[in-house]
């Protein structure tokens, strides 16, 4: 019996500094990871950045901060609404509820320039997630969102039905973070993306229509 280590240097034929391969079989030691370091953006400096429309804030991260009010989440999105520049944004564990979230539903239906949206980790309900991805069909300019492990998770099989419906009336979103329950929702959805994707990919190479 060989442990993780002993069987890779034996395939890669690499010396073992785990001891013989016939000696007793010790687990590897785990190793420390250090601590991922706070996310020390600036919240109330990048909702002025996105209310202006600051042509320098192209991505917003503000994943892992846990105190974002419900007013700086509202002011957020009211920003968010005319901004044109900011391309990708990153709301992962913000401690998210469905207030927050139908607020960013109608910031959704108005903007013109998101293209990555990630809203993982949070506590929106399966309706308020439905929601959000209605929301993206009124401009379809956002490619990836993603909305997984939210709390309660299960999406139910109406909700992943009408979603799934949803994302087939979607003609530009590429990639989708969600957990479907239901196989005929996830076929669906996969087929239709992964027809998305081959439409652009003929676009670029000038056998689509424009």
Not at 77 to 95: C, D, P, V, W
Not at 194 to 209: E, Y
Request: aromatic residues 4%.
């Amino acid at each position: 019996m060989m442990n993780q280590d002993q069987y890779y240097a034996s395939v890669t034929n690499k010396k073992t500094m785990f001891g013989k391969f016939e000696s007793i079989v010790k687990a590897t030691q785990p190793k420390a990871l250090p601590l991922l370091p706070d996310n020390d953006t600036d919240v109330d400096k990048s909702i002025q950045q996105v209310t202006s429309n600051d042509p320098k804030l192209t991505a917003l991260n503000w994943n892992n901060i846990k105190n974002i009010s419900l007013e700086k989440f509202n002011r957020l999105f009211n920003g968010l609404k005319k901004n044109s520049h900011l391309e990708k944004l990153s709301l992962a564990n913000t401690r998210m509820t469905d207030s927050a979230a139908r607020e960013l539903c109608g910031a959704l239906e108005e903007n013109n320039g998101l293209k990555v949206l990630n809203v993982e980790s949070n506590y929106i309900s399966p309706p308020v997630i439905k929601d959000l991805v209605k929301s993206l069909l009124n401009t379809q300019t956002v490619v990836e969102f993603r909305a997984t492990n939210q709390k309660p998770e299960v999406l139910g099989v109406k909700n992943e039905m009408e979603i799934a419906k949803m994302v087939e009336d979607n003609k530009n979103l590429l990639r989708l973070g969600l957990a479907f329950e239901v196989p005929d929702a996830r076929i669906r959805v996969h087929h239709h993306l992964q027809q998305n994707n081959d439409n652009l990919r003929l676009k670029r190479i000038g056998g689509g229509n424009s």
